[in-house]
């Protein structure tokens, strides 16, 4: 379909504070030439809702995108269960220079004693797959899933390399928390970032709200950037293969409602982009701040850089959980730090200005990012300030 079909509904609604009147025309534009079929962008400034916009489709019916849409948040449900560890690591509940063996003996088996925590959440356990089968329906048992873990040996040694844990995080490091805690990551989420009851954002979502996600468009691969991972994926003795397709990872796989409701950190978190904007302002300087300038630093802290063992052609850089400024994915500059999701979605904060930021979308666009769509809204905003 062509984007001139969606006309009617390329104007977008919301607000946007003066100096960030950019935003809009940014947001328009990706809407006006198809970029985007239907989006939400939210920018907090030093814990200031500064920027709050929708517009587009809702699906390719044409059906007006809802000022009170969810999304499932994908990958930048990894960054969501980042601020709710940096949280445990302000407390001091959390080491992250301890083995991950203190909090979780069991996780010590066949050659992962040693292994740190900020090693294991920086994508360097070994463990970005499932070696038994997964359905599913598995993906919500989330006991039989981190014993899977545990028992498993590391495809490498770990601390050596690194490799995009797509859906095994959020088990790792979900499991260290609740560990710690006593209490699970979506727990921990409301219980420490919802204070006032009305934040939009939930791992493990309340069915009531179920007819407010909107579902997802995926995309089918395309040349270029990317384009060597998408292929490893199909090739059956690939350890991208093996991460991405046990079971199939794909849009497809979290527009079932029955994976909505189960904690599964790595991926279903389900959000709106002003809730997931004001989680990033809990770590920059203003009323929203929760977590201290100490912590955030720590986990921002670059682990690793550059070859990845499962995205093969795109070079990652991460500190503990959270991705931070890299060609790949620049945000902000240096300083930067947050997670993207598949095909689009974007959240980070960069303390330096004061920025918190959130784009969640309903169509994927299927090479790495920056996208086009991105690189106008960042502008956008680094031209504001």
Not at 72 to 100: N, Q, R
Not at 316 to 336: A, D, E, I, N, Y
Request: charged letters at 20%; aromatic letters at 8%; hydrophobic letters at 40%.
């Amino acid at each position: 379909m062509s984007a001139t079909q969606y006309a009617p509904a390329a104007k977008a609604s919301g607000y946007t504070a003066p100096r960030f009147a950019g935003l809009r025309e940014a947001f328009e534009s990706n809407l006006r030439n198809g970029d985007d079929l239907g989006a939400s962008v939210a920018v907090y400034h030093h814990g200031r809702l500064v920027v709050d916009l929708w517009g587009g489709a809702r699906d390719t019916s044409g059906t007006p995108y809802p000022e009170d849409a969810l999304h499932v948040g994908y990958s930048t449900t990894k960054g969501v269960m980042g601020l709710v560890l940096a949280s445990l690591v302000d407390t001091g509940e959390v080491d992250v220079d301890a083995p991950v063996s203190a909090y979780w003996p069991d996780f010590g088996a066949v050659g992962k004693d040693s292994v740190l925590v900020r090693e294991l959440a920086s994508h360097q356990a070994g463990l970005p797959a499932f070696e038994e089968p997964v359905t599913e329906a598995d993906l919500a048992d989330w006991d039989g899933c981190v014993r899977r873990l545990a028992r498993q040996a590391p495809a490498w040694s770990p601390g050596t390399r690194h490799g995009y844990h797509a859906l095994t995080l959020g088990y790792l490091v979900g499991e260290v928390v609740r560990r710690a805690s006593g209490k699970s990551v979506g727990h921990l989420l409301r219980e420490r970032f919802a204070r006032d009851g009305d934040l939009q954002a939930w791992i493990g979502l309340p069915t009531e709200h179920n007819h407010r996600v909107v579902r997802y468009q995926d995309a089918s691969p395309t040349p270029g950037i990317g384009a060597f991972a998408a292929t490893a994926a199909e090739a059956p003795d690939t350890l991208t293969h093996a991460t991405f397709h046990n079971p199939v990872v794909t849009a497809d796989l979290f527009n079932d409602p029955a994976l909505w409701r189960p904690e599964i950190p790595a991926a279903n978190g389900v959000f709106d982009a002003r809730s997931l904007a004001r989680l990033y302002s809990t770590v920059v300087d203003g009323p929203l701040r929760v977590v201290s300038p100490i912590s955030v630093d720590r986990v921002r802290r670059p682990q690793v850089h550059g070859t990845d063992e499962v995205l093969v052609d795109q070079p990652t850089r991460f500190g503990t959980v959270f991705g931070l400024s890299s060609p790949r994915q620049p945000m902000l500059g240096s300083g930067s730090f947050g997670h993207d999701g598949l095909g689009g979605h974007l959240a980070f904060a960069h303390p330096e200005s004061g920025i918190a930021f959130a784009l969640l979308t309903n169509r994927a666009i299927p090479d790495p990012t920056p996208h086009t769509r991105l690189w106008r809204l960042l502008s956008a905003v680094a031209a504001a300030l």
